[in-house]
């Protein structure tokens, strides 16, 4: 199987051609030229499967270029107790994302005990051992640079520790991470590791990341790469707990199950779309925003219209603090019957910083046939939420899954289960839950010391040559 641009004037590529890339050189985003599709036959057969053997049948279909045993062997080192289960023993960590029943047909699904205790370790895990893999067989090696605000940047800094061919220059601001997140990066001792604390906010650290990968000479010279959220293989490893988490609350696959997810660059809500385009029977999928509401807007009116960065709120649910969301061109490629001239004629908009009216091209009708629906929470509901997942569930969830959670429960259908991706487990975001409960939220086992282990960072100014000096000093440890 090949991936196709949703632009459209990009060559066709294999799965291992794309794994290592970002954007398609004409700007648009991977996708699979045609869906592969699970027959009911196929579900049937699945629906027995632990998470390493569903991981393996939903990969095999997706990254057809590698060879079932070597992708077996990934599968089975990355998604084991070990890794996703901090410490605790229970029966449940067969399962790799347990289910947790909140009441008849509400449920959580459990994403976030892997390492850095958020969702992004899901498919961040696996992309570090297939890029080792791809790195080792092409016999090259990458340099990964990145901003992040917290989330993203510890994930990826945990997948690729002690990665061979593969070092990591993650921008960081001095300001505007929990001390939590500060520590779980910057107490990482591993030589390809290079925390970079820019004096400076998050817009500062993702502008020289722009300003280093727009230089072609620099990037090529460097050998420069990333693993953001537009990265095609971390969307396929996402749909696969949406396998997981069907069989987990059905018993049969005329069932349907509906899902809330809260949302920031559309990666993880696409990746349940693609779990429904390959046949899972999925009812809704809904789409949970914060304060910074461009996706809601869009479902609610069928008008795109991304922020400038200076107009993103920072709010108690920070890794939803998006200004545009970069997945959703996926989305809408599928939505316009792939038509790529469309989605250019879109993405012009989009591009010079304007907006787009899906109603005035005839297409918002369409939405509704993929399911997708959605809503928006605030501080406030995220506190009430937090507060009635407490005392009537006696479970404690973080900011992001509280706005999954409070949207979800909004468009909840009799008779249908509704799952609640867990997106980080609450010990992340103490002081939220420490406003919302009144008391501090439990650490994993292992994590009572995190802030005061010895930290390694590097701080510089907001300054691009600062940053392209520490790369050129270390491309080639
Ligand atoms: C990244 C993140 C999100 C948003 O996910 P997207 O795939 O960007 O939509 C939500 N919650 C948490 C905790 C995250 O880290």
Known sequence: MKYISTRGQAPAQTFSQILLGGLAPDGGLYMPEEYPRFSADDLDAMRGMDYREL???VLSRLADDIPVADLKALVDKTYTAAVYGHGRTDSDFGQVTPVRRLEEGLYILELSNGPTLAFKDMAMQLLGNLFEYALDKAGQDINILGATSGDTGSAAEYAMRGKHNVRVFMLSPLEGMTRFQQAQMYSLQDAN?????????????????KAVSNDLDFKSLYRIGAVNSINWARVAAQSIYYFKAYFAVTTANDQKVSFAVPSGNFGNVCAGHIARQLGLPIHKLVVASNENDVLDEFFRTGVYRPRAGAETLHTSSPSMDISKASNFERFVFDLTGRDSAKVRELWAAVDRGAAFDLKAHGLFERVAEYGMVSGKSTHKDRMATIGMAAERFA???DPHTADGLKVGLEHRDPGIP???LETALPAKFEDAIVEALGRKPERPAGLADLESLPQRYEVLDADVEAVKAVIAAHAND
């Open 55 to 57: 991981a393996l049948t």
């Open 418 to 420: 509704l799952v609640c």
């Open 395 to 397: 479970t404690v969830i």
């Open 193 to 209: 590791i290079h925390n970079l604390v820019v004096r400076g906010v998050f817009d500062d650290c993702q502008d020289i990341v």
